[in-house]
């Protein structure tokens, strides 16, 4: 890499070794990687599913489709007060959940949902394809060989956003159906095969997704980062090339902005800044 | 511990259907649907041959209900009295309770679509009262008690005068209500009214027989997956320094 990447020719297209006076520096510097909104989002989330998990699975006592054990189900319905009282905090909870995300989709569609942002954030490109063939065989030991460069999320991440995204609608709508009895019995009756299914999907990705974030070591910083929104900038050169390319690009056309106000250029970064460069 | 039963004297019953208007306007049953079921089979046989039989039918209370295992929340459930009940604060309406039961003495309530069927009138009962059936039957021919209770109506008919369940080789759960009858129309009621095989709706045989295997299995495998992935991670250590 260059000495000092604030101009886009310096800013590498490709991942290059770092002298360490350089990987110290990005080791201090912290760049923002979620906004508030998104963290709130997350931590609500998290809490909903941890008490729908819990009380959903203390709901099913059938002896042909019970998952968990006596004992559990015991304890949470004493924790309740009764089956009713679960049910209803189960139903409440699920309404709220609903709700919050209806009022976050039609608020945050256009910075969150927009066409762009999940072309970046969750589509799937070649990059993320090798990605995860070579990061699970460094796992199992059998290759050396360099991880492709990822945007702000990895292959992963994307692989869960996109198992998240087509299993919540069935868990919302399911869930929904059984509480109002929307349709006939046997579609009621479906319903709650969807939701156990939706929701199993979900929790062999969110276990993962707990492990990668909260465990392993390499993807720490991105635990943190959901609590203060910043990652350093050394680890999304390394985990998040692709991303922290794009970040280093809008760093420098906004110093370049800076500069130029300074210098009484025009205010605006069209054709002026064309001739610049 | 009680152990209620319900003992129906076909010899005795007019086929008034007295009782079911009472259970009805008792527990607010929707018009077109029953907790409790007055039939008869017509008559059978050619003159002077004839016989016919009323037949009164509700929810068993079965020793050994097929209705409770499948209800995923555990709405229906089974007393220590022997009783089988149905908590509708808990009822979702998804009704394999009603597919399971093989006397077809459920039903889904149109307005509250939660799963309703006769629970021997436990509230009447609860405050000593007999159930609303018995004690509107025009003839007599229902009686309700104990089969604990040595000195009970009940006990005597059953155990005394040999009242009879309706079951088949089959289906064969244990049904609490008796009937007293002529062996002709015993046979009749047995031959016309069936318990028929327990049903499993398909959504609930999928769930049980294919999806909750594969769930179980993803979740599983995931999470040995995770252990094995925590275990190296243990052996291995954590680095200070990233490459």
């Known amino acids: 890499m260059g000495a000092e990447a604030t101009g886009i020719h310096t800013i590498p297209g490709h991942p290059e070794p770092l002298t360490p006076e350089q990987a110290g520096r990005m080791a201090q510097k912290q ?25 959903g699975m203390a709901l099913i006592t059938s002896e042909y489709f019970r998952v968990a054990p006596w004992w559990f189900i015991d304890m949470v319905e004493r924790f309740f007060g009764g089956r009713a009282n679960l049910l209803q905090f189960h139903i409440a909870v699920g309404l709220t959940w609903i709700t919050v995300f209806l009022i976050y989709g039609v608020f945050g569609a256009r910075t969150y949902l927009s066409k762009e942002v999940l072309d970046k954030e969750v589509a799937l490109d070649r990059d993320d394809f090798w990605w995860m063939i070579i990061r699970t065989l460094r796992l199992l ?89 910043n990652v350093n900038e050394l680890f999304a050169y390394h985990h998040h090339f692709k991303w922290w390319r794009e970040y280093k690009m809008d760093e420098a056309a906004w110093k370049r902005k800076i500069a130029q106000k300074g210098a009484g250029a025009p205010d605006d970064d069209g054709a002026s800044n064309k001739e610049r460069d | 511990m009680p152990r209620y039963a319900m003992v129906i004297d076909l010899r005795k019953c007019i086929g008034c259907s007295a009782c079911t208007a009472a259970c009805s306007t008792e527990w607010d049953v929707p018009v077109g649907y029953r907790r409790t079921r007055v039939s008869h089979t017509g008559e059978i046989g050619k003159f ?20 409770v295992k499948p209800c995923p929340t555990g709405a229906t459930y089974q007393g220590a009295d022997g009783i089988v009940q149905v908590d509708r604060d808990v009822c979702i309406g998804c009704g394999f309770c009603v597919e399971a039961c093989p006397y077809d003495a459920r039903h889904i309530d149109p307005f509250l679509k939660k799963v309703d069927k006769c629970d021997f009138c436990s509230a009447r009962t609860a405050r000593g009262e007999l ?26 008919m059953v155990y005394e005068r040999g009242a009879k369940r309706i079951e088949t080789e089959d289906v064969s759960i244990g049904p609490n209500v008796y009937y007293l009858g002529s062996e002709r129309q015993l046979d009749l009621v047995a031959t016309h009214y069936p318990p028929r095989q327990p049903r499993m709706p398909a959504a609930g045989e999928w769930w049980s027989q294919v999806l909750k295997p594969l769930v179980l299995t993803a979740v599983g495998a995931t ?21």
């Open chain 1, 31 to 55: 760049i923002k990687k979620h906004h508030v909104a998104m963290i709130l989002l997350h931590w609500f989330n998290a809490a909903v599913w941890g008490m729908e998990v819990v009380t």
């Open chain 2, 131 to 156: 159930p609303a059936c018995v004690t509107t039957c025009t003839a007599h021919a229902k009686y309700f008690g104990d089969l604990e209770d040595r000195s009970s109506e009940v006990f005597s």
């Open chain 2, 48 to 67: 002077p041959d004839v016989s016919a039989s009323v037949f009164v039918d509700q929810c068993n209370h079965c020793d050994d209900p097929s209705c």
């Open chain 2, 223 to 243: 999470f040995a997956g995770q252990a094995v992935a925590f275990f190296y991670q243990l052996w291995k250590g954590e680095e200070q320094f990233e490459e």
């Open chain 1, 141 to 229: 030991g059998l290759s050396k060989k360099p991880l492709p460069p990822q945007g702000s999320y990895n292959a992963g991440q994307k692989m869960f956003a996109l198992v998240v995204y087509a299993m919540v609608p069935v868990i919302m709508v399911s869930g929904l159906i059984m509480t109002f009895h929307w349709f006939s019995t046997t579609v009621v009756g479906w319903a709650v095969v969807a939701h156990f299914v939706a929701v199993g999907v979900v929790v062999s990705g969110l276990m993962v997704h707990v492990y990668m974030a909260a465990v392993f070591p390499e993807e720490k910083p991105a635990f943190f980062s959901m609590f203060t929104g």
